[in-house]
């Protein structure tokens, strides 16, 4: 058990910022930390944690210690390749140069706002995010997380609408704080919690006259229904694309019955499925938009929400703080690198790299599920968010075992344990997506005689 002990805790701080600022590590120094960091996860974080990690054996594990482009380096200097994608932030790559110029710039300046001045970076970027989004997208409220940025859509829904209930889909991810939760379309990460926010009902994803009933019967029982929230593609459940026609069916009923219409693309969206945002695909305007991982920059947390001024009522107008007042949300250091993400991504034409380098995978993995039909049931993906399906979960497991023991770092979905993402950076080198597509294929037959495919 960890007591109180402020002598032995400044002594383990000056140790740390020693090792941060150090610019080699000896052998021992190595060693500690990997030593520490094991204890520390298990005294200190959770000892359940280790236990999921493919990156723990029983006697050694990898320690991430740098990163660069499109690839991870542990204490030993030993690189993975990274598929993985931090869950969708690493867009614009590893400590892009071009946006840590940026906030190193700005961090030599100031780093926090003084929450009383006007802070310009703020004003800047929500200009930008409604210049890069669609329609008459205008006001942006910047949040730190994914869930919190979900949290304001929610609220905001109930503020501009007056009502009250909210339809979200099976398998939907939304975050898990206590409203996303309540959206969140997976048991397992719900049951503890209830009850949550009582009004939500979950419908079919991709079945939009199921959404059309719920709105329906709920409005016609004198219950009024605030907004619906859906993914532009399922993330989590295993990357999941509805049919066309979807986002603009949607549409079409929150017009109907005067609902509003929430996009999450905290994971579709800044460039990931080969447009700029997802919902392009369709020309669907939400009402309110969410965005987050990749628009940091892979350096920086920032997410938000954007919304269209007929959500913009007059009582968030009266009182700017009735929505939220997040500390940290918005602050000049995250803003710097939204701002410089967004000129790489423009600059860059971000969305077609991912576009056809997700297309080149898609190419690959038909070869390769003709090859092992048996191991990989099927493959979907859109830009680079790109998923592989295996008959069971454990299958799915030991492929990614198999890519991890080539220093090819990939992992499975939150919602669906029977799939497996590829959803790497847009810098991913051509040599790079070479390993990977061999590696996979070394991998897929190892799993295919293991398991006797
Ligand atoms: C679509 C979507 N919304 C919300 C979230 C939650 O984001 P965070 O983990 O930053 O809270 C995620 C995370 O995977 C997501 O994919």
Redesign the pocket.
């Known amino acids: 058990m960890t007591k109180t002990d402020k002598t032995l805790a400044l002594k383990e701080a000056r140790k740390v910022v020693e090792f941060i600022e150090k610019a080699s590590l000896t052998d021992a120094e190595k060693k500690q930390i990997h030593d520490e960091s094991i204890s520390n996860f298990n005294e200190n974080v959770n000892p359940g944690w280790l236990e999921y990690r493919k990156s723990v054996s029983t006697d050694a594990a990898f320690i991430e210690w740098t990163d660069s482009v499109d690839h991870f380096e542990d204490l030993n200097g030993v690189q993975f390749i990274d598929c993985l994608g931090g869950?969708?932030i690493y867009t614009c790559g590893h400590r892009n140069p071009e946006i840590l110029k940026t906030v190193q710039a700005q961090l030599s300046r100031y780093a926090l706002h003084s929450q009383e001045l006007i802070d310009p970076l703020r004003g800047y970027l929500a200009r930008l995010t409604a210049l890069i989004t669609p329609g008459d997208l205008q006001y942006c409220f910047f949040t730190n997380?994914?869930?919190?940025?979900?949290e304001m859509a929610l609220k905001l829904a109930r503020l501009a609408t007056g009502g009250r209930w909210y339809i979200s889909t099976v398998g939907?991810?939304?975050?898990?704080?206590m409203g996303?939760i309540s959206m969140g379309g997976k048991g397992a990460y719900r049951e503890d919690y209830a009850p949550m926010i009582q009004q939500v009902q979950h419908v079919e994803y991709g079945n939009a006259a199921a959404m059309e009933v719920a709105v329906r019967n709920l409005q016609t029982v004198g219950e009024k229904v605030a907004g619906v929230i859906i993914?532009p593609i399922?993330?989590?459940a295993g990357v999941i694309i509805p049919p066309d026609g979807y986002l603009t069916d949607v549409r079409a009923i929150c017009d109907k019955y005067g609902v509003a219409m929430i996009v999450?693309?905290?994971?579709?969206g800044m460039g990931r499925t080969g447009t700029l945002w997802r919902c392009e695909v369709e020309d669907v305007t939400p009402d309110i938009m969410?965005y987050?991982?990749a628009y940091g920059g892979g350096i920086m947390?920032i997410?938000g929400i954007i919304a269209r001024p007929k959500m913009w009522v007059d009582k968030l107008i009266d009182n700017p703080w009735i929505l939220g007042s997040p500390t940290f949300g918005g602050n000049p250091l995250a803003c710097s690198a939204a701002i410089a993400t967004i000129k790489f991504m423009l600059e860059n034409d971000i969305p077609k790299v991912c576009r056809e380098k997700g297309a080149y995978f898609m190419t690959k993995l038909g070869e390769l599920q003709k090859k092992y039909p048996t191991v990989l049931r099927s493959f979907r993906g859109a830009g680079l968010l790109i998923c592989m399906e295996f008959p069971e979960a454990e299958i799915g497991y030991s492929v990614t075992k198999g890519l991890f023991e080539r220093h090819i770092m990939t992992a499975g979905t939150?919602v669906n344990a029977k799939t497996v993402r590829i959803e790497p950076p847009a810098v991913l080198s051509d040599e790079s997506i070479g390993r990977v597509i061999r590696s996979l294929d070394e991998a897929l037959a190892d799993v295919k005689k293991e398991y006797n495919l």
């Open positions: 869950f969708g997380g994914g869930a919190e940025a979900v939907a991810f939304h975050g898990k704080s996303a993914e399922q993330g989590e999450d693309e905290i994971q579709t969410t987050g991982k947390p997410t939150l």
